[in-house]
């Protein structure tokens, strides 16, 4: 083993310590003391190469201050993750994953509905969508520039009857990449990417919304998964609204004010905030000060402790980024532009349960009613 220890320029948050084990595939664990990062290593790893990546993750500038939209006041007691297991409600199936039972089910079932019922007076267009994506879909929305930390490619065994022969083999001693075919698909790592397929190249009538729901599927890093939201398999609502940029902007302030006094009336504790994407490369970090600027994206943060909050949701802003790589256009506008809002479903279940608990009969009545409890 190696131990390698460095400096950062600025104080280690959450989302630091989420890109830690993205400087190097032969980390093997990591220690953080003040501004210190300790890391121990596969002794394969090569250090010329490690340095070299451990001085692009130290240009990482510090957070900046989180602004808040809007807040809620905190409850004395929460679940803890511990706490939360303890029943059937949810379960870790493997790490990044969840079973729900059928009261899990039911919360599930509710959340979802709760989230299409903010369009229930605007004009909506319901879609289903498979959950793989052609890597040229994958490539031309940018999200391999973006966020190449994410990605969970698709590959199939190459078609040859030697290859099959052997495949059993392989896959006891963990030796499948002989075998195995280029990425032709990926598991969408986000939603509206396989609307935005749909739309290549079409010219839309009207100022339009659009909403389905899909499973997402994330790689979070390897050791990442001690978090019991983190998943890396999970379900989004999603709702895309695409026309010019006053009617993008102003159904994205609408939807959200409509959210907050859903989340209200149930009783849950929360917070909107500015936010941005969490990119990894460095040469990306000072987009987060652009995104924060410009107000393009808010993040709904479910309490589950008096000092921790679980992303459950956020409201984006695109501008034209998604037309102009598609080729898709409202008519009549000069500049089509494109929003989007995403509902992690599992999340706020995780979260709805750190505030309540797991007796049903303590649930708020908007709840109990609609599960049947």
């Known amino acids: 083993m190696r ?5 950062m320029n ?8 989420r890109s830690i084990c993205f400087i190097s595939d032969k980390i093997i664990t990591y220690e953080v003391v003040g501004r210190k990062i300790k890391l121990l290593c596969d002794d394969e790893v090569e250090k010329e190469e490690l340095n070299k990546s451990i001085i692009e993750f130290q240009k990482r500038k510090e957070k900046t201050d989180d602004e808040i939209y809007y807040s809620t006041e905190q409850q004395d007691r929460y679940w803890t993750d511990d706490e939360v297991l303890q029943g059937d409600i949810v379960k870790k199936y493997y790490d990044g994953s969840i079973v729900l039972d059928q ?27 498979p959950t793989s994506i052609e890597m040229d879909t994958l490539i031309d929305t940018g999200y391999l520039i973006n966020s190449p930390q994410h990605p969970m ?16 083999k392989a896959a006891e001693e963990r030796n499948l990449k002989p075998y195995l075919s280029e990425a032709k698909f990926a598991l969408s790592p986000s939603a509206c990417f396989s609307l935005y397929k749909e739309l290549r190249g079409q010219v839309l009538k009207e100022d339009s919304i659009f909403s389905f729901r899909q499973n997402v599927f994330r790689n979070e890093g390897r050791l990442n998964w001690d978090e019991l939201h983190r998943l890396r398999d999970y379900n989004v609502r999603e709702i895309v609204f695409i026309g010019d940029k006053e009617y ?3 159904v994205r302030e609408e939807l959200l004010k409509r959210v907050i006094e859903k989340l209200k009336n149930i009783g849950l504790k929360f917070k909107v905030e500015i936010a941005s994407d969490p990119f990894v490369l460095p040469a990306l970090q000072s987009y987060r000060k652009i995104q ?13 402790s008096p000092e921790e909050t679980i992303a459950c949701a ?6 034209s980024t998604f037309a102009n790589r598609f080729h898709f256009s409202k008519e009549g506008n000069q500049y089509t532009e494109s929003g989007c809002i995403g509902f992690g479903i599992e ?11 797991l007796c049903t009969k303590n649930w708020p009545e908007q709840v109990r009613d609609y599960i049947g409890k």
């Open 10 to 17: 600025c104080d280690i948050d959450d989302d630091i310590r």
């Open 248 to 250: 993008v902007y102003k």
């Open 347 to 357: 999340r706020c279940i995780i979260a709805f349960i750190h505030q309540y608990g």
């Open 153 to 168: 490619l698709c590959m199939d065994i190459m078609e040859s009857m030697n290859n099959f022969e052997k495949i059993e």
């Open 3 to 7: 131990v390698v220890q460095f400096d």
């Open 292 to 304: 924060k600027k410009f107000k393009v994206k808010y993040e709904l943060r479910l309490s589950s």
């Open 103 to 129: 009261t899990g089910i039911k919360l599930f079932e509710f959340f979802d509905q709760l989230f299409v019922s903010i369009l229930d007076d605007m004009p909506v267009i319901l879609k289903k969508y």
């Open 314 to 319: 956020s409201f984006n802003l695109h501008g």
